[in-house]
Every structure is written in structure tokens, then in C-alpha cells.
């Protein structure tokens, strides 16, 4: 969908500056009064600006840290007897994250006029998680709005958790992959040229493996150049093709065919599908809606078009197991829980059961491929040493047998 550049004013009186798509600037702009803005302008963007705005940074969203700290702090101070109102002035008073604080002044401004608490988070677009304001309408709605907020908060920890988890795991492959490299460069463009010189100037036959040595020593001096050129325009092509939806879908169905980590990108997602659409249900949002809302929210595109279908065929009537099978992109396993859980009643529970399932699922897969992996990238450059001397003694050696000889 095209760009448009949009001048609007918030309810606390700030003018700013958005970037929005949309079919076309009535729709753009009922859009942005229908969230409570006042609309100057709606000005189409240039496609030279379109094309720029790929490489440019991308807004900042409220940093999570200070996100879940706020609602620690928030439902105390609910659970404590405190209007909502109240517990946001009081919790605007401590010094916060710049944009934080102007985001929660925003919200503090538009509860003061009367909009609901999950409204007012809507409002401030991506700069908070979309699954936090549908988690606080269902808490408006059933009147534990305590209750809710120590759920999403169990369900956010339980994201960092994993989220770090996998990162730790990865560092020191990551060290080893970075070494080996720097290894193969560093003895390609500075130790083998050397002998390269020396060896072109006896004039002896060299051996087979010295000459293949050398032949690799020559694209790596020669060819810096065009792998460089590579590694700068590999992630602009890459932007440039995820920039459209249809892009990221083609993306997203490619990583899924790369053997072993095409399967902990499906764990992965299936985990996060699963313990957000738990959270939704349990707190009460309708089947239909959660899962709205669960599309939107995945960062897998082919995720996010698969249960997007999903969510019309439970509209129509179907049952959730059956529309995600269709999709073919849940494991059956998964299929067969969720069945379980709707004919049990218990969907909220089963899902959560899944999540819990492949996270450990995808812990002890990636656990495993770096346990296996350090010792690779160590018979790798222990390998690459060996070859990288052998080539070199090899003709040292017959050059001094024929200087004895």
C-alpha cells in the first residue's frame, strides 16, 4: 500500500509527524481521528522518500525493561486501592526514558478526557506491544485489571527469559565462527603471499595441494573488492525485498526450508503463536479477536498471513484445530493439543502447554547444534592450519632435497 505523510496533533497538544500506509488519504485520515487525533494533512509520499525510507532508522518503540518496571509498579499501586488515574500521575512524577514519559503523559492525558485505559495505549500505534492493550481491555471488561497486568508480565519475563537464553547460548559459537574467519583471511592475504613470492622465484614444480593453496591466496587478495561489495549489498537487497509484505513472505518461506534451523524457526513461532493467544483467551477476548490480534503481533510474515486465514475460517464457523491445519504450518502435535483443549474447554491451558513444549523443544535443539558446532569450528581451523603448513613445507622440503642433492 502507498505511504502518506500525516501532521497531527495528540490530545495533550503535541504536533508531530507520522509516516502511515493506506489504501488512500480518506481512509489514512478516518483512521487517525477514529484514535483520537486531530488531522492538518495527509500528503502522499514522493517515491524517491518511499525508497529512502527503507535505509532510514527505524522508530524507536518504549524500551522493555522500562515497560514491565511501569506495570510492576502500576498494579501495585491499582491493587492498593488507587484510581487508575491517580497511579499514573504518581507514576509520571518518577523520571523516566524520554520517550517513555511522553508516550505515558499522552496516556495520562486521554484517560483524564475520558477514554479507557486500553484505548489510550492503543492510540500511541507501535511504540508499546499490541498485545498489551487488548490484554488490558479484558481486564476493563471483567474488572481485574490487577490480574491481567501480573499476567502479561509473567508472559513478557517468560519472552525475555527464553530471549536471553538463546543468546547466551549463541556467544561463544559466534566467537569461534568470528575467529575461524579472521583465521582464513589472515593466512590467505598475508601468511601464504609470502611463500607465494618465494616459491615464484625458485622455479620448482610445486605440488598439487600448494597450487591449490595459492590459487585460493590469489581470489582472496584479488577478490576483497567484489566480497566486500557483497557484504554491503547483501542486507540492502534483503531490506529492499522485506520492505513489501509479499517480500517478507517469500523471506520468511525460504528460512523455513534451511535444514535444522528452518525447524527452531517454526518451534520458535509456534511457541510465541501459542503462549499469546493462551494469554488472550484466558483473559477473556473473544477466539475470533485474540487471534486478530496474535496475527498481527508475529514477526513471521508467513506466521502472520497463515493465521490471518486461520482467523476467517474460525469465523465462519470452523474449529481452531481444523483452520490451523489447513495453514500446514503448525506441527501436528500442536494440532492434536489444541483439539484436546477445545473439546476439554480448557483451549487457554492446552495452548499454554504447547508453548512450554517447544520452547523446551527449541532450548535443547539449539542447545545441541552449539555443543556440536564448537567442536566443529575447532576441527575447521585446526584443518585449515594444517593444510595451510603442509603446502608451505611441502615444496621447502623438496627444495632443500634438491640443494643436498
Known sequence: ??????????????????????????????????????????????????????????????????????????????????????????????????????????????????????????????????????????????????????????????????????????IYPVILMTMTVGLIVLLMTVIVPKFATLFAGAGAELPTITKIVLGISWVFQKGWPFALAAAFASPIIIKMIGSKPEGRLKLAKLRMKIPVFGTNIQRYNIAQFSRTLGTLVSGGIPLVQALDIVADAMSNELFKVELKKARTKVLEGESLWASLEATGIVTPLAIEMVQVGEATGALSDMLEQVSNFYDQELSTSVERLMALLEPIMLIIMAVLVAVVVLSVYMPLFSMYNLVSG
Open 1 to 170: 500500500m502507498p505511504g502518506f505523510v500525516c501532521r497531527i496533533g495528540s490530545s495533550s497538544g503535541d504536533v508531530v509527524q507520522q509516516e502511515i500506509t493506506g489504501v488512500d488519504a480518506a481512509s489514512v485520515s478516518k483512521q487517525l481521528e477514529d484514535k483520537g487525533y486531530t488531522v492538518f494533512s495527509v500528503k502522499p509520499k514522493q517515491p524517491w522518500e518511499q525508497y529512502l525510507a527503507m535505509f532510514s532508522p527505524k522508530r524507536k518503540s518504549v524500551k522493555m525493561s522500562t515497560f514491565i518496571t511501569f506495570n510492576q509498579e502500576f498494579a501495585a499501586l491499582i491493587n492498593a486501592g488507587l484510581p487508575i488515574l491517580t497511579a499514573l500521575e504518581l507514576l509520571l512524577q518518577r523520571k523516566r526514558a524520554p520517550l517513555f514519559q511522553r508516550m505515558l503523559e499522552d496516556v495520562r492525558e486521554e484517560v483524564k478526557t475520558g477514554a479507557s485505559l486500553s484505548q489510550a495505549f492503543a492510540n500511541r500505534g507501535d511504540y508499546f506491544p499490541k498485545l498489551y492493550p487488548a490484554t488490558i481491555a479484558s481486564g476493563e471488561r471483567t474488572g481485574e485489571i490487577v490480574k491481567v497486568i501480573k499476567r502479561y508480565l509473567f508472559y513478557m519475563e517468560t519472552v525475555q527469559a527464553i530471549k536471553k537464553k538463546m543468546t547466551s547460548a549463541m
